[in-house]
């Protein structure tokens, strides 16, 4: 078993394309409407932008997603309990009391791997952010410490299709509303709403992220990546990452206006140059039914 991990993957990410694929479906096209996704889902426990469209693209590929309840001992202990042998599921642990991970005993931090039931009292666990394989938990660990498990199981495939024309032309359709609206909220950060820079910079984070993963996608197509993966390229992804450190820097300053200043200037240039990009591969893709 080969896990997968690249930039722009979290955990959370990782732990589910990998479990797609070892349940049998090819992730990657989940992967295909991700660069014009602006709705993220805020998760309010570890304070992150999480894509709303990826779960929802992986159901719509064959893959069947139930989220068991966590919030007591006496839950999870039901939960583990009814959990066939064989079952695949992408779990979150305090990374404190996973021995495999370089938190292990020192820091408290969340973290996703994917977990197989298996007899015995255990799970084989698999963690392709640490490209770890057969790693061992116990039940009894999974009862105490886990805080979120996801069950996963192939079930039949719907109509799915998004295409690379049709993506190029949802960034046409919606770039200069998104411009707008996040031009107004960085252009408040320097009107006494500092704070606010740490927030957007953690949904511009999100946002990388998308591209890294739609990078790949492109990356993955037969006969394709050249033509469509050089636009996004080192010196783009440098310049969304300079927005990014330049809201967390202006979070923490009273006299941010320079700051703010040159943020908005980086993010408009990176629409303009997307527009850009979105209209080259509209023009070189075919026609989609």
Known sequence: MNLIYFQGLNCYTSSMINAAGLIGVDYWNALAGLWSETDFTYDQIHHLYLSRRMPVNLEALGVSLKFLNCCSKQEMEKNI????????????????FIPWVPYYHTLHSFHYFIARKEEKGV??????????????ITDEDMISHASDICRIHKIAEKQYNIGIRREAQEILRTHQITQENLLEQIGECANGKQKNGELLAKYIDALINNRYLYLHYLQNIPLSSDKYGEYFHKEYFLKWTAVKHGLYKASFRQNNREIIGEVCGHFQELIKEEMDIARKIEALSPEEN
């Open 123 to 136: 799970f084989s666990c698999f963690d392709p952010t640490y490209d770890k394989k057969d790693m061992e």
């Open 81 to 96: 309990s009814c959990l066939t042998v064989g079952q695949w599921n992408v779990v979150e642990m305090d990374a404190f």
